[in-house]
């Protein structure tokens, strides 16, 4: 499917294409046909990559130029809240007329785009600006899934650990918790894959904008207009941080992994204890019926009046005797 976004100055919205319009600032290829493909590359010029091209992970494969185009390529995160989340790339091709988007999944940060725009008509105007405002979009969309996943983090965590500082709740299935972890860790791995792609692709496009300063103001060191403006810079913070708490989520998110493992070591051990002791306990009484269940000719007990109930008392006092005494050591 493709889509132009078309920008003036009534009105910035996603329409269905039906050829080329002048006004098209970002067209956008879902899962394009051959078809759609030869009318964009017919259209600007360019040859577009394939999928399998999209996915080759080498850094001269994710950001190139060819005559005037510059293909850029970043892993997008989509479904996050679904329990299979889908990382694929996007590859955004800027030309001097337009910026163009391959994409074979549909992430919702890339439908909002009319929206986020629509307040922002000055930052879409030209190519590399509505480029820029389609990293705004997807640096925002995976800073709402990372407080969603802190969230997460946070109830899951609560779940393992009481406030009174108890190992683990009774009742909570320790191996359950640790896949709900295990899907957490792999989705903000996933999460930092993304945004380091989106940095090198934002770090790119600053590049390109300080190299086309330079070659306006007459070459190197011609002045303070070769800095970052204002957006340029927000937009690195806000992804730098992000990378940075991603960091500090996937060491919380190990640490109560670890401790889940430790916590379930723990349980094992405990019922490793309780057979443990139940044998001992039973060990002395097994031995005296093993005595007294012996066949020979000539034993005193046997003839006995009471030798019955005694043989039962002693085995019940020798079975009590062993447990008073772990119980006395605190190993109960």
Known sequence: MRQDFLHDPGAQRLIQAGGPDPRAVWTDLLAPTPEEEAAVEAELGIDLPTRDDMREIEP???????????????????????????????????????????????????????????????????????LMTLMEVLVERCADILEAESQAVDALSRQIFQPAG????????????????GRHGELNARLQDSLVTIERIVNHMTQMRLAARRDQAGGEGAGPAM????????????????????????QRV????????????????GIIKIFSVAAVVFLPPTLIASIYGMNFAHMPELAAPYGYPLALGGMVLSAILPYLFFKRKGWL
């Open 227 to 250: 800095g970052l403006n204002g957006r340029d810079k927000r937009l690195l913070r806000d992804i730098r941080s992000l990378i940075a708490y991603a960091e500090a989520q996937s």
């Open 254 to 269: 190990t640490f109560m992994l670890d401790a889940t493992l430790g916590l379930l070591n723990i349980q094992q051990s």
């Open 166 to 181: 108890k190992p683990a709740q009774r009742g909570v299935d320790l191996s359950g918790v640790i896949t709900r972890i």
């Open 60 to 130: 001269s494969a994710r950001i190139y130029s060819e005559d005037v185009a510059v293909f850029m390529t970043a892993t997008v995160l989509a479904g996050a809240g679904t329990p299979e989340p889908v990382i694929e790339p996007v590859t955004f091709v800027l030309t001097p007329d337009r910026v163009v988007s391959i994409r074979y999944h549909d992430p919702r940060a890339l439908q909002n785009v009319p929206q986020r725009a629509a307040g922002l008509q000055a930052d879409c105007g030209t190519p590399l600006r509505m």
